[in-house]
């Protein structure tokens, strides 16, 4: 079976696709394309549903990617025996999206200020639509640098940069280690391309997650909590202000 065609990757605003049900397996199925994020870089899947020729709803709990690039879609019920062949409209849940892109930019933010700044590699990182935490190495963690943060990260936010992505050969990307945030995990290759989004005039970093077009759509940014998770690792909690 071919990789399933990611049209979220033609734009984070792609959030409904016309595709063909091409299998199923158990209480999932793929299609030959889909706008759904399969998750990954700490971001859960979309969720969201399929619509059928007869007018009937498939709610999708989530989609998860196999070895092979294809990408199947987790249904909340049983699916119909003759759903293979048909041809559905595929939506994901907007509102959540966008939650998550949210968070997932700010992250971007964050991760560059703390690598460039203070030294700070990525070690974890986990996304949910009302809060985000990442993990760092770092050597302190104090409230005074969690302020620093604070400012830092709000004062990128509210500058409204432009945000897009993009993709480069996978041997351009390998002389390129500005593009990385983390020491132990590499950026997936697909195609022989890795993705990368760029944050205009500020920084730019291999991902493959969804993100807001603008810093200024995220909101005001803050850290709620932090935890020693080791001698050197340090974890933030981080909340948005859920009026943006």
């Given at each position: 079976m071919a990789p399933t065609e990611r049209a979220y990757l033609q734009g984070d605003d792609r959030l409904s696709v016309e595709?063909?049900?091409?299998?199923?397996?158990?209480?999932?199925?793929?299609?030959?394309?889909?706008?759904?994020?399969?998750?990954?870089?700490?971001?859960?899947?979309?969720?969201?549903?399929?619509?059928l020729r007869d007018g009937s709803m498939?709610?999708?709990?989530?989609?998860?990617?196999?070895?092979?690039?294809?990408?199947?879609?987790?249904?909340?019920?049983?699916?119909?025996?003759?759903?293979?062949?048909?041809?559905?409209?595929?939506?994901v849940n907007a509102e959540r999206r966008h939650a998550l892109s949210r968070y997932h930019t700010v992250l971007h933010v964050l991760n560059t200020i703390a690598l460039r700044d203070y030294g700070g590699w990525i070690t974890g990182a986990q996304i949910a639509a009302d809060y985000a935490r990442i993990d760092f190495k770092l050597e302190r963690l104090s409230p005074e640098l969690c302020r620093e943060f604070e400012a830092r990260v709000n004062a990128v936010l509210q500058a409204g940069h432009a945000i897009r992505a993009y993709d480069l050969p996978a041997r351009k990307f390998a002389q390129r280690g500005d593009l990385l945030r983390t020491l132990d995990v590499r950026p997936p290759v697909v195609d022989g391309r890795v993705r990368v989004v760029e944050i205009d005039g500020f920084d730019a970093q291999a991902c493959g997650g969804t993100h807001v077009h603008s810093t200024r759509e995220v909101g005001r940014f803050s850290i709620v909590r932090t935890e020693n998770k080791g001698r050197i690792n340090k974890r933030l909690y981080v909340k948005l202000d859920p009026t943006a």
């Open positions: 595709a063909a049900v091409v299998a199923m397996r158990d209480d999932a199925f793929a299609c030959d394309r889909t706008c759904f994020y399969p998750g990954g870089g700490g971001q859960p899947a979309d969720e969201g549903t399929a619509r498939i709610d999708i709990a989530s989609a998860h990617a196999d070895k092979n690039g294809v990408i199947w879609h987790v249904a909340k019920d049983t699916l119909p025996p003759e759903l293979v062949g048909q041809h559905v409209e595929l939506a």
